[in-house]
């Protein structure tokens, strides 16, 4: 059976760890010297919620929470900081990525990333079920990302939601309730177009040719366990994506022959208002097929 998908302070810990982060980034700590601009802040709230589509597996639910304070970096990078499967789809074809990526730089151009948790914050999986979460310290490595979130999950669910609601609360005591709707659920084809199964193998002495299936702006993601890198994959208008071969073996290069989890990755964001306060909200589906590569 798969795995479950482990928290995301974790997840950075694991990416840090594998990509040399701390160790490859220099001894220099002082990234601000006399002649440097100013430090510039910036505030913000955030709650990531993710739904987890394994293969041959229950689905399941997490959700993550924390207020920021962001040195020296753009807002847009503060979640992919927070949680290293939190990545930009890309623009076209496939790219080899650096799974440590924005923490490094991050951390290359001085930021640092102070987290507090968020409160008030409860999702309402189903009539049963509620995820509070609680918080935790996030591990302070690299000097990019330190202090307290507040996780909880994933949490297995009985069967896949149709809608999730999200409720907020302010620090003035106001509420808000967001409706997380998935349109339908993303998922990985073999090129006869039938999902794919854990436990099964691809063939890379080409190219590797699948489709993707979900909705618009769902991409590709290919992820070693244990990998300092990941291919990641737009597909075309009809969801086909072609991975070229070349990329496969520079990723198993530095993978060996740890299992790889292929998956399809469908995300969307937007700002809430509760009361005066502005909280942005990232939703997530992540289906995943385990496989060997075979050369």
């Known amino acids: 059976m798969p795995s479950r998908m482990p928290s995301a302070s974790t997840r950075l810990v694991i990416a840090l760890l594998l990509g040399g982060a701390v160790a490859g980034l220099g001894c220099d700590t002082n990234s601000h010297g006399q002649d440097a601009s100013p430090s510039t802040s910036v505030h913000t709230s955030q709650v990531s919620v993710r739904l987890d589509l394994p293969s041959g597996s229950a689905p399941s639910v997490s959700i993550l ?3 920021a304070e962001a040195i020296d970096m753009a807002s847009s990078d503060v979640l992919g900081a927070v949680d290293p499967l939190v990545a930009p789809a890309p623009e076209s074809s496939c790219e080899l990525r650096d799974v440590a990526g924005v923490a490094r730089m991050v951390r290359a151009q001085g930021g640092s990333l102070n987290l507090q948790e968020l409160g008030g914050v409860a999702l309402q999986a189903d009539a049963e079920q509620s995820l509070l979460p609680e918080p935790r310290v996030y591990p302070p490595l690299a000097d990019v990302v330190s202090g307290v979130i507040a996780e909880a999950g994933p949490r297995d669910l009985g069967q896949l939601p149709s809608t999730l609601m999200l409720n907020l609360a302010s620090s003035a005591g106001e509420h808000s309730s967001v409706e997380l709707t998935l ?8 090129s006869s177009e039938n999902p794919l199964d854990t436990g099964a193998h ?16 769902t991409f590709l993601e290919i992820r070693p366990f244990g990998a300092p890198a990941a291919i990641a994959c ?4 009809s969801g086909w994506v072609v991975v070229p071969h070349d990329l496969l073996v520079r990723l198993m290069a ?5 299992p790889v989890s292929f998956e399809a990755v469908w995300r969307e964001s937007r700002l809430v208002q509760t009361g005066g306060e502005s909280t942005r909200v990232s939703f997530e589906a992540r289906s995943s097929a385990v496989l060997e590569i075979r050369p």
């Open 254 to 258: 530095s993978a060996g022959r740890a």
């Open 234 to 237: 737009a597909a075309s208008a």
């Open 65 to 67: 929470a924390f207020r």
């Open 183 to 190: 349109p339908s659920a993303p998922s990985v084809l073999d």
């Open 202 to 217: 691809v063939n890379a002495k080409g190219d590797l040719i699948l489709r993707v299936s979900g909705p618009a702006r």
